[in-house]
């Protein structure tokens, strides 16, 4: 049974021959962030997306019950989903040898793969080579954010400046004053929720009500606060309060689905970036969506070198077009937009276009994630069952490392997520051990009082680091892959040992009784933050980008996701590249009235 | 909690479980409240579990096979295997004072239907081996069907088959993992487990999230 319905684009809606303003390829929080900002601004947009439109709130389910779904909400037989080991033991591709007829990037667990899975890509029709990489892909319209965890954090100086402070790599080329403003804006139309710490490494939003902490959470920022540490109620871009100026969205009900499924608001108070941003672009009459348009290259001028418009092949009919805009905007994700600037190679751009630095797919950079601690609260055994996961999150504990002092063995940070509670599922289930009434009493007694945390920490930029395009394999559309070069480096190494230390040490300081300390290094690209291989900054030699994202070769060139961040910084990227988006759009706008572009 | 629990929920399991589905299984017992830990470094929460085995419930062999001759045909399991397995996930999950156990939440159904449509032959004939080699050791044990032994026959063997469950070796151990995993997953997925037993309030829509003032 097919629950997707696909909005189909009627031959009137897009319109080929006409040259638009923009077009912006990829729908996603950068993708949709410009859509919205150059439609308000009066720009004819044209919005190419590969995947396509999905109806959310058939495919999440959030409300199902396990029990009402055939196979508790895991995918069906010919399904797979990789399995954490398939990442770190087989090459890529992985999907590669395997009998299933899908095979899908997001681990299967009991959250419920079986409501992602036509969200999340196959790996068959999307392979890609060279180092062990979990690369999770969501392509539909909204990309990752219709399944993103929504913890919404801002950066800070801290990140911003991170070479003045500890002389590694580059300083971004804007401070936080300059992104401020946009932050404000994004807070304000998507809407956030979090509690004010008054901590200038991780300044606060203009905040919605934040969700409460419960018992053992208490407990635990209660005990931090004598280690001048600072634990948060999740910061989680939903909107509590409500939107106003939003149709689309409602605020959040806290039904607990947050934690059960891979993500997904079927109520839209988590921010996704087709009721956030691109629905409401629509209303405006400026943008024409076109989706199952795979992009494939950025067509440009032969004499001028500047792009004309971007050719795409139909997900479906396999048939190619191409589309024409003053100026083209990437926002395909950070891998996809970089392998879309390698693939587009003429004779004015011979390395891709934007590439003249030979930077493109390079300084690649995301968060490092394993280590963590899982921890008893005695006071809560035994104690009648409270609901805990009735909320969008549990708690963030601000990173401390090298904020003024300097750790001996390793630079920049790390923060931490965690939660405690009862969940539909006992988590404690499968790890408590022996069988019979007493193994079931204990599941029973114990299921409320656990708290735990993992921690997610700035891996540096390096130039080794990179990706490029695989000389032969193909992916099903017939366009080249790309292939990893990408590996944890010592620095991150040495971090996650502190990660694991402090995580203990933490617990502990609160009276919590640690049961299990986590000490392994999750597969490269498992924190789904991928950075930074389009880089900013002022010298054209060293990035490929300026700093309202547009490229230093081809003025009417823009790439507004996340390659083009800097550096990692340890919080995670989403709201810092919707607030750059912003940013870079009005620009865009302004220099495109002014015609600069 | 959201984004990092959907993520380590999926952290690297040591014990290779036979079956993918398995793994998934235990990879997810580190999800929310375990996040993080690994189950070889698991301490001391779980070590007092195993101590009191279970009274059987007080379920006659006559009434269980007139049950399963009403019951529909299973679809992987012959009749045989499938009382078997009744009642190895019953003494797994037993009916207690609190609630209902796996027989009333009819977690071998469930077991049944997913293997009978599995794409992977692995599982299947792990299940197969395992519940042949639950009556080779019950015969060895105490000479004669697990189903004809006492109650505390049973539960001897399965003490005996769940000594290593953290690392876990001889293959009926290796089995005893396989079977636990699913019972716990089936069973707490169902109306009785989640309602009746753990008493869940949530997946409703409340006006504010009742927790503690932290400020
Ligand atoms: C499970 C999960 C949890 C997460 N949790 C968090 C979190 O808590 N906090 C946080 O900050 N971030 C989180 N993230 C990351 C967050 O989702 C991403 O940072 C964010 O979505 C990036 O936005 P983007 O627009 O760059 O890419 P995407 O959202 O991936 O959107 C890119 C879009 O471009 C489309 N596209 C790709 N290639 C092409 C092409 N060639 N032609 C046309 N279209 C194309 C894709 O289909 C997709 O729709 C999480 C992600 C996942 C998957
Ligand atoms: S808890 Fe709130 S944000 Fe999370 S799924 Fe429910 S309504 Fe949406």
């Known amino acids: ?226 280690m001048n540490r600072v634990l948060t109620p999740y910061r989680a871009g939903v909107t509590t309060d409500g939107l106003k100026h939003n149709k689309y969205r409602n605020r959040c009900y806290g039904r607990g689905a947050c934690n059960r499924r891979a993500g997904g608001c079927d109520i839209h108070a988590a921010f996704d970036s087709p009721t956030g941003l691109i629905y409401p672009a629509m209303d405006t009459g400026n943008l024409t969506l076109r989706t199952n348009a795979i992009a494939y290259e950025v067509t440009v001028d032969k004499n001028t070198g500047k792009a004309t418009g971007v050719a795409f092949v139909d997900a479906e009919t396999k048939k190619t077009y191409e589309a024409k805009a003053k100026v083209v905007v990437l926002a395909a994700s950070t891998l996809e937009s970089t392998r879309l600037m390698l693939l587009s190679k003429s004779a004015l751009h011979p390395n891709g276009i934007g590439n003249s630095s030979a930077h493109v797919g390079h300084n690649f950079c995301e968060h490092i994630m394993g280590p963590g601690v899982a921890g008893l609260v005695k006071d809560l055994v035994g104690k009648p069952h409270t609901l805990d996961d009735g909320r969008p999150g549990g708690f963030y504990v601000a990173r401390f490392r090298n904020l003024t002092d300097r750790h001996a063995d390793f630079i920049r940070g790390y923060g931490f997520e965690g939660g405690s509670g009862t969940t539909m599922f006992p988590g404690n289930a499968m790890g408590t051990t022996g069988f019979g009434a007493n193994y079931k009493k204990q599941v029973r007694d114990y299921a409320g009082a656990f708290i735990s945390m993992g921690a997610f920490g700035e891996v540096l930029p390096r130039y080794e680091n990179y990706v490029d395009i695989d000389p032969e394999m193909k992916d099903a559309w017939g366009i080249p892959v790309l292939r990893f070069h990408y590996k944890f480096g010592d620095n991150e190494k040495k971090m996650a040992k502190d990660m694991a230390d402090t995580a203990r040490e933490m617990f502990e300081a609160a009276g919590i009784e640690v049961v299990g300390v986590e000490r392994e290094i999750l597969t490269e690209g498992w924190s789904i933050h991928e950075l930074g291989t389009a880089r900013m900054g002022m010298d054209k030699k060293t990035a490929v980008l300026n700093q309202f994202q547009q490229s230093h070769d081809v003025k009417n060139l823009f790439v507004v996701d996340g390659s083009s961040h800097v550096s990692a910084s340890c919080q995670n990227p989403t709201w810092t590249i919707m607030a750059l988006a912003w940013r870079s759009c009005d620009y865009l706008a302004d220099q495109f009235k002014k015609g600069n572009l | 909690m959201a984004d990092q629990s959907e993520k380590q929920k999926m952290m690297k399991d040591n014990n290779q479980p036979a079956t993918d589905e398995a793994q998934d299984l235990r990879a997810q017992t580190t999800s929310n409240e375990a996040a993080g830990m690994s189950r070889r470094e698991v301490l001391k929460l779980t070590a007092s579990a195993i101590v009191a085995a279970p009274l059987l419930p007080a379920t006659t062999q006559a009434t269980q096979r007139k049950a399963a001759a009403k019951a529909p045909a299973p679809r992987f399991f012959t009749r045989a295997e499938f009382a078997l397995v009744d009642e190895l996930t019953e003494l797994i999950i037993p009916t207690d004072d609190h609630s209902p156990g796996a027989r009333a939440a009819k977690v071998a159904e469930y077991i049944d239907r997913r293997l009978a449509e599995s794409f992977e032959a692995e599982p299947k004939q792990m299940w197969r081996d395992g519940l042949k080699l639950i009556e080779t050791i019950s015969q060895e044990m105490h000479g004669r069907a697990f189903l004809q032994a006492t109650p505390d026959e049973r539960i001897a063997l399965l003490t005996r088959i769940s000594q290593n469950e953290r690392e876990p070796k001889k293959p009926e151990e290796k089995f005893f993992v396989e079977l636990k995993a699913r019972t716990v997953n089936a069973y707490y997925t169902s109306k009785i487990g989640i309602h009746t037993e753990m008493e869940y309030k949530g997946n409703t829509y409340l006006k504010e999230f009742v927790g503690v003032d932290a400020t």
């Open chain 1, 1 to 226: 049974m097919s629950l997707i319905q696909i909005k189909r684009q009627r031959k009137s809606d897009v319109n080929l021959k006409q040259v638009y303003d923009a077009i912006v390829v990829g729908s996603g929080a950068a993708g949709g962030m410009a859509a919205h900002v150059l439609t308000s601004k009066g720009m004819k947009v044209l919005l190419l997306e590969a995947g396509k439109k999905l109806d959310l709130d058939k495919e999440l389910k959030s409300t199902e019950w396990p029990y009402e779904h055939r196979r508790r909400g895991e995918m069906p037989p010919d399904a797979h989903a990789l399995i954490p080991n398939e990442y770190t033991i087989r090459q890529p591709p992985y999907a590669k040898g395997l009998p299933h007829k899908h095979v899908y990037s997001y681990v299967q667990s009991w959250g419920g793969s079986d409501y992602s899975k036509n969200i999340v890509v196959d790996e068959r029709d999307h392979p890609y080579t060279g180092t062990n990489y979990a690369w999770v892909r969501a392509r539909v319209l909204g990309g990752k954010t219709t399944i993103w965890g929504r913890l919404a954090l801002r950066l800070s100086d801290l990140d911003f400046k991170a070479k003045t402070h500890d002389g590694y790599g580059e300083d971004w080329p804007i401070s936080y004053a300059d992104l401020a403003p946009y932050y404000d804006k994004v807070d304000l139309y998507l809407g956030i929720s979090g509690q004010k710490e008054n901590l200038p490494h991780l300044p606060d939003s203009i905040f919605q009500r934040p969700t409460k902490l419960n018992f053992a959470e208490v407990k635990l920022r209660q005990g931090l606060k004598k």
